[in-house]
């Protein structure tokens, strides 16, 4: 077993670590479960305050959490809706929550919110008890979690933001955003932030709004008027994220982004796109034809699984495309993506498996 080679895991401590493993009965990723023991060792070393060990603690105690409740549902493809606590159900758009989850639960997908009052408890009402599941925040003047997941056991809730984000995001497939205030925006702009930086692998990302509403035209616009002409953001930026008020194109837009598409891996500088459906050469060419010029050397070539891939059983099932990708592109990920949807050869819509982890 390796551990991290530093002073709190030198000489005998990192054994005793390695021991209380194997005592423990831990098989599996002994490594990774050594490194952060033996991270908490270091906090103590480093005579942490309180304060930090505090918040320390209760990170990985609310994750540990968060894990166990998505774990039964691992291969169960999942979409995250945010919105509003403040939204009433006799607004449109508490209807237009309600309405997306329940057309992507009978889909096959599950729904992530919140798990608070407004536009996520109308999102977990259209999905049912069964395909719900929360992640609460406790705060000291906001409802308790939704009666409807909290009834089903199918809630964990969390002091800290940065977690409660983490899990909302880490375990779903597309997302939802409904009009709300500073936390909505604060969820969407970070989605668009990973998605723009390359931190999170490409998701489709809808801003659904009431029939006729013009809230999420309103941050175009800011975006067009203001974040393009001064250079903060790149003109398509934007072009990767659905505005509709439309509940179908809504749930189209994020199952049909799984339609032929499956995954990505990066092995080294090397991209490699997992598809649904073998591609033709001539769907292969347009591709190379149109992206080539994201690649270093132009070139988009079929292959076999790589090395890295069968080592690790990593979708080696899949057909795959590899490209040597300029990163400074990532960005653009999204529209080889679309194109690689658009192939004739492309399956019909249908709920994504979960790829492994890779």
């Known amino acids: 077993m390796t551990t991290p080679s530093n002073a709190a895991t030198s000489g005998s401590i990192g054994e005793r670590i390695d021991q209380l493993i194997t005592d423990a009965g831990i098989t599996a990723d002994q490594d990774l479960i050594a490194r952060i ?10 005579e942490a305050g309180r304060l930090d060990l505090k918040i320390t603690s209760a990170a990985l105690t609310e994750m540990r959490s968060a894990f166990r409740l998505f774990a039964p549902y691992e291969l169960t493809p999942k979409v995250t809706i945010f919105g509003s606590a403040r939204t009433r159900p006799d607004d449109p758009l508490y209807r237009a929550a309600a309405d997306v ?30 395909r719900s599941l929360g992640v609460s925040i406790r705060l000291p003047f906001e409802e308790k ?3 409807l997941i909290a009834d089903a056991e199918r809630v964990v809730a969390m002091k800290y933001f940065f977690t409660r984000k983490l899990m909302l995001v880490k375990e779903s497939r597309g997302f939802v955003c409904v009009p709300g205030g500073f936390g909505t925006l ?28 013009t809230f999420w035209e309103g941050l175009r616009r800011f975006a067009d008027d ?11 930026d934007l072009e990767r994220v ?9 749930a189209s837009e994020i199952t ?10 990066w092995i ?24 080539g010029h994201m690649a270093t050397d132009g070139r988009i070539v079929r292959t076999g699984p790589l090395p890295q891939e069968v080592r690790d059983d990593d979708r080696v099932d899949r057909p795959r495309l590899v490209m040597t990708f300029d990163r400074f592109r990532v960005g653009d990920l999204h529209r080889v993506i679309r194109a690689l949807n658009a192939f004739p050869s492309a399956p019909p819509a249908s709920p994504p498996e979960e790829p492994h982890a890779g």
């Open 37 to 46: 023991l033996a991270t908490g060792i270091g906090l103590g070393l480093d």
């Open 101 to 130: 989850a329940a057309a992507l639960a009978a889909r096959g997908w599950m729904v992530v919110t919140g798990a608070g009052p407004g536009i996520m408890q109308a999102a977990a009402e259209g999905a049912g008890p069964d």
């Open 145 to 147: 979690p939704n009666a």
């Open 186 to 213: 604060d969820e969407l702009f970070e989605l668009l932030t990973l998605q723009q930086t390359g931190k999170a692998e490409p998701t489709p990302i809808v801003l659904l709004d009431a029939a006729g509403g």
């Open 226 to 236: 203001h974040l393009i002409p001064s250079g903060v953001i790149s003109p398509d």
């Open 242 to 250: 659905l505005i509709t008020d439309s509940v179908e194109a809504a």
């Open 256 to 265: 049909g982004f799984w339609r032929n598409y499956d995954s990505l891996r």
């Open 268 to 291: 080294g500088s090397r991209l490699v796109l997992r598809l649904c459906a073998e591609p033709t050469d001539e769907e292969i060419a347009s591709l190379e034809r149109e992206f």
